[in-house]
């Protein structure tokens, strides 16, 4: 990655640079996901940023690095590439795109391509950019993945840059608007499923996936393990290269990420206090490198301060998941917007509404920690057993329960109440793994390597419906507020082929 800020020459107006190197970006040759960023606080840049003349008016923005210089080579156009691929465009890299009258949005031809570019032409701005979808129509050729895949297939580029559209209008379309992505859709599904939990696959197998734009209640008793069960998950997103966003309202932060460190772990730790201390080292520097986010909340607080919080992981962080634990601890009923007029039920009512509002409007995944009503112990829970109104429930696109084995309290099973999805539901177990603090789906189960996929260890269980890798990306973990200033300006730093070196080491010996 590289920016530059452009000093004009007196002589002849030409801008000269200066360009400084931002980061470097190691990747494994076979497996995508796995790479890594160095140095990991050293900002933002826009990969082909040196290249772009100084007095272009139009852009073009791609997702990789291998398409904008494919886009280059076959056209000439000015083609630039997001640091960091279709899940994020920082805001550090705003400002360098606020002088192009046109952009270009050339994001991969599939479910988080198509997501992608509607939520940057947004953040960019709708009117000034332009929506590349290459689709069959185009030279009567299959449709291609990316722009390297159209320049490998001899496709004529420039005609795909000139097809590009706006994006339709939020409230208003037509068939022809979205033709392209609903037969992309229906050809390719496994695409549009959501973001999978490799360490659980029985439990992916029956939700399919998180998929952005809806909401998850999730309920079980007190003590169940409902915080360790979500942490798991957002390891799993994190490792994925899916931003995700924690309001942990219960427990502190200090205490989640003491509990999120271990699972990272997925092992015990040394005993001897030195090793011990080292390997935490190492271990907190991978950490760090995750993409998760902390809201700096705790116990009850105004739901529209929360949502601000959100909406600014959203815009600034490109936040997709965004996990509240949990409802019953974050309402306030001493919040002077209800003046004592509402009682508990309406304030989780109006809650309810408004995150269900918000993960549709801001196209994020929202799951949110519901407690039960008070059952008779050892009674199984149902939808009808969430707390509150059933507008929790209904509002809801998944419900999904941490239920206990009546027979006995040491077996646990998670078990999917409501899919809309596909409708499919049903149950896998959850056997908690002490030197891990980590849920496998078999007693025996050997934990994968960070980033890979858990074997099943048997068929899940299913009900017919009756309606209905390893990734160190370059996020530090941090902690935000509503309250922020925007994003600080991070010092540029330099970087030599040595790093490039030191990195291809590393990712050798892992």
């Known amino acids: 990655d590289g920016d530059g800020d452009g000093n004009s020459d007196t002589n002849n107006g030409d801008e000269l640079g200066p360009f400084v190197t931002r980061r470097l970006k190691a990747r494994a040759i076979h497996n995508k996901s796995w790479q890594r960023l160095d140095p990991p606080g050293g900002g933002w840049g826009l990969f082909g ?34 640091p960091n691929g279709c899940r994020s465009l920082p805001v550090e890299v705003l400002p360098m795109l606020e002088r192009f009258e046109t952009i270009y949005l050339w994001m991969d031809n599939d479910g988080p391509g198509r997501e992608g570019a509607e939520q940057f032409a947004k953040k960019i701005g709708v009117n000034r950019c332009l929506i590349v979808q290459p689709d069959s129509s185009v030279e009567k050729k299959t449709a291609p993945k990316d722009a390297n895949e159209a320049l490998l297939q001899g496709m004529d580029l420039d005609a795909i840059v000139k097809s590009s559209a706006v994006l339709p ?13 609903v037969l992309h859709e229906m050809l ?22 998180f998929r952005r734009g809806e909401l998850t209640v999730l309920t079980g008793p007190t003590g169940s393990g409902k915080t360790t069960f979500l942490g798991q998950l957002s390891l799993d997103f994190a490792e994925q290269g899916v931003n995700t966003l924690w309001g942990s309202f219960e427990i502190k932060n200090t205490r989640l990420m003491h509990k999120l460190l271990q699972q990272y772990s997925r092992g015990p730790l040394p005993e001897d206090k030195l090793r011990k201390a080292e390997a935490l080292e190492v271990l907190a520097d991978r950490f760090e490198n995750l993409p998760l986010y902390f809201m700096k909340y705790h116990g009850g607080s105004d739901i529209d301060d929360v949502l601000d919080a959100m909406e600014y992981a959203a815009y600034v962080h490109d936040v997709q998941h965004i996990i509240l634990d949990n409802m019953q601890f974050m309402i306030s009923r001493n919040s002077p917007k209800y003046n004592g007029s ?16 918000f993960a549709t409007s801001k196209n994020v995944h929202v799951t949110l920690v519901c407690h039960p009503r008070k059952e008779e112990e050892g009674m199984k829970l149902g939808i009808s057993s969430v707390y509150g109104s059933a507008k929790a429930t209904q509002e809801a696109d998944n419900v999904i329960i941490l239920q206990k084995d009546p027979t006995n309290p040491d077996r646990k099973y998670i078990e999917v109440k409501k899919n809309r999805y596909d409708g499919t539901l049903g149950m896998s177990p959850l056997h908690f793994q002490m030197d891990s603090k980590r849920y496998s789906e078999s007693p025996s189960q050997q934990l994968p390597p960070m980033g890979q996929k858990a074997r099943p260890a048997a068929s899940p269980q299913r009900v017919p419906a009756t309606g209905g890798n390893r990734s ?8 935000i507020k509503a309250s922020d200033d925007g994003v600080a300006r991070r010092k540029r730093i330099s970087a030599n082929s040595s790093k490039m070196s030191q990195l291809s080491s590393i990712l050798k010996k892992e």
């Open 49 to 82: 940023w040196h290249t772009v003349p100084h007095d272009a008016t139009e852009i073009i923005l791609t997702e990789g690095e291998y398409d904008a210089m494919a886009v280059h080579q076959a056209t000439g156009r000015p083609a630039v590439s997001l």
């Open 169 to 181: 209008h939020e409230r208003i379309l037509t068939f022809s608007d979205i033709r392209t992505e």
């Open 472 to 479: 160190f990306v370059s996020a530090a973990v941090t902690t």
């Open 188 to 209: 390719n599904p496994e695409n549009y499923s959501g973001v999978k939990v490799p360490s659980l696959p029985q439990f992916t197998d029956i939700l399919k996936g």
């Open 342 to 357: 509402f009682d508990k039920f309406e304030i989780q009512d109006i809650a309810i509404e408004k995150f269900r509002k």
